[in-house]
Every structure is written in structure tokens, then in C-alpha cells.
């Protein structure tokens, strides 16, 4: 299976905004973190083609994290811990890739939805355990 991840910005300061694509069709938005060269927590991973495998990550805040059924982007030159999961803010990301339905119009630069769109992000690869990602700008 292939699923395509089509940024639509391109800012170095500001978050990635982006669109995941099933079968050539938009299904989420995503946010990412800017495009800072690769810098560990900083920065989204860089374009190119990677393989992504069910596991399971911590996420939230500290003291409040929780263990995660998602799936992990491998082979990230220099990284790890990359992941797919619900984020409204760039703030709740450390690198990795969040899901979304909507825009959020409240001038923080995020996304809506996001525990929703992650449901449904993982009902739609229920039985998948590995996909290839393709991660484009345009």
C-alpha cells in the first residue's frame, strides 16, 4: 500500500501545512513542523519515500503521556521516533506527522479534529501493518 503526503507550504518558520492522500484522493490534513533541515525535534522530516510500520509511541504532554497504537516512519536520515498522530498545534509535535479534518481559523496555525481524524486514519489501515509514504511538496 502507498499513501502520499503533499505539502502545501513550504515556510522554513513557519508549520507544514499538508494534505494525505489515499489513492490520488485528499482524505486528511496534516501539520508538521517547519522544514529546519532535518534538526531533530524541530524540524519535519525531509521529502523523499519512507516505510511505515504499526507500533506503538508515548505521546502528550509530559506527566499526562500515554502509549499510542499508530504508525512509525522509518528510515528517517538521523531520526527516530517518528510518528502519524492526532495534533491540533505544532506545539504537540516533536518531528512527527499529525492528522486533521479542518483548519483552525483561531490565528495558532493548526488544524481540528485531529482524535477523529486519527480514528479514522487507523479504521481505514485496520489490518495494515506496513505502508509506503511518499512526502512531496508542491
Known sequence: MEIDLVRLTAHLEKP?????????????????????DNIKNKSCIPTGKYKCVRGDMWVGPEGAKKLLETFLV????GRDGIGIHPANYARELRGCIGLGYIINFDRKGGIGDSRRAFGDFMEMLKGVNEFTLFVTHI
Open 74 to 77: 522509518k528510515d528517517v536520515p
Open 16 to 36: 507544514q501545512g499538508g494534505v494525505l492522500m489515499f489513492n490520488g484522493i485528499p482524505t486528511f490534513l496534516t501539520l508538521e513542523l517547519p522544514d529546519l
